[in-house]
């Protein structure tokens, strides 16, 4: 049963974004370490990027995809 923030009034269940297509495999753990250090990520694209952003084709950061931000 979905949660109610007023009687008859049912909360929306935010929209996630939808992105393109990874083009890139994604990283593992000691990668998304060494890029944290380099203070940046790349995106699924490849392109480097901030570590909450998007690159300028459209596509996330992998951290932004893979929920850790």
């Known amino acids: 049963m979905p949660?109610?923030?007023y009687p008859g009034v049912l909360a929306e269940q935010p929209k996630k974004p939808r992105w393109p297509q990874p083009t890139k495999p994604a990283p593992d753990v000691h990668v998304l370490c060494d890029?944290?250090?380099?203070?940046?990520?790349?995106?699924?694209?490849?392109?480097?990027?901030?570590?909450?952003?998007?690159g300028e084709h459209g596509h996330p950061s992998w951290l932004l995809i893979m929920?850790?931000?």
């Open 3 to 5: 949660l109610e923030r």
């Open 67 to 69: 929920g850790l931000i």
């Open 35 to 54: 890029w944290e250090m380099d203070g940046g990520c790349e995106a699924t694209d490849g392109c480097w990027v901030e570590p909450d952003g998007i």
